[in-house]
């Protein structure tokens, strides 16, 4: 990523996602590989700018050390560019022009998939991603798709057919159309008027419903 003649220092990345030597900074991509700046002074007015610049994995990021690693996205939010870093033939890094459609997600290896309080499954991925609930399926070593960015609006309130009422995260790597046994609704919705029976199983219920012959018309 740097040239033989340009000196012996080189940016040290700072700690993230990414292990040390399976990453690079992202001062170098910006000024060694797409010359967007030509020294580090330049490269710090484009990080730290207040308008956000630089965007990897859909993430806002204004360290100029941050490390981007395999299969990241970078995009350049004024250009309306995005690059995805990848290994070439002889396994150095490589920026791939990608479309705005292909920066909405990335592929992740899992390296562990474990059981955790409350018997809850969460599978780990490479760029250090702890995804919980995932599908049964998914096991070690396997490849997910992964919508950018991971944010909690993927959150689910789901009715079981045994009349309990719970949230749960939905893994991104897998659609909602997977469940069965479960009637998935987003929690951005309006709240409804649940049955009588699944109020009666909460602690404290929020509204108490009463039998249809005792209900009054205020007509």
């Known amino acids: 990523m740097l040239d033989k003649l340009s000196g012996v220092w080189a940016p040290r990345p700072s700690p993230g996602p990414h292990k ?3 990453c690079v900074p992202l001062m170098v991509l910006l000024r060694s ?6 020294n580090y002074r330049e490269v710090i007015m484009i990080v730290k700018d207040k308008a956000g610049n630089i ?4 993430k806002l990021r204004r360290d100029p050390h941050f490390p981007v690693g395999f299969n990241d996205v970078v995009t350049i939010m004024k250009s309306g560019d995005s690059y995805r870093l990848l290994y070439d ?6 920026l791939h022009k990608i479309d705005e459609a292909e920066s909405k997600y990335k592929l992740c290896k899992v390296v562990r998939h474990a059981t955790g309080s409350n018997s809850i499954p969460y599978i780990v ?3 250090g991603r702890t995804i919980r609930f995932s599908h049964p399926d ?4 396997d490849t997910i798709k992964v919508k950018t960015p991971l944010t909690p609006s993927s959150t689910w309130r789901t009715t079981r057919s045994t009349g309990s009422t ?3 995260l939905a893994a991104p790597c897998w659609p909602p159309e997977a469940t069965t046994s479960a009637a998935m609704e987003p929690s951005s919705r309006p ?3 649940l049955p009588h029976s699944i109020l009666s199983t909460l602690r404290k219920p929020t509204e108490t419903l009463l039998p249809p012959a005792s209900r009054t018309c205020l007509c």
């Open 33 to 38: 590989r797409l010359k967007y700046a030509l």
């Open 166 to 168: 719970s949230s749960i």
């Open 191 to 193: 709240n409804t008027i």
């Open 138 to 141: 998914i096991k070690a070593n």
């Open 89 to 94: 033939m002889k396994g150095r890094f490589v």
């Open 55 to 58: 965007k990897i994995d859909g």
């Open 20 to 22: 040390l030597r399976e």
């Open 125 to 127: 991925t490479h760029d």
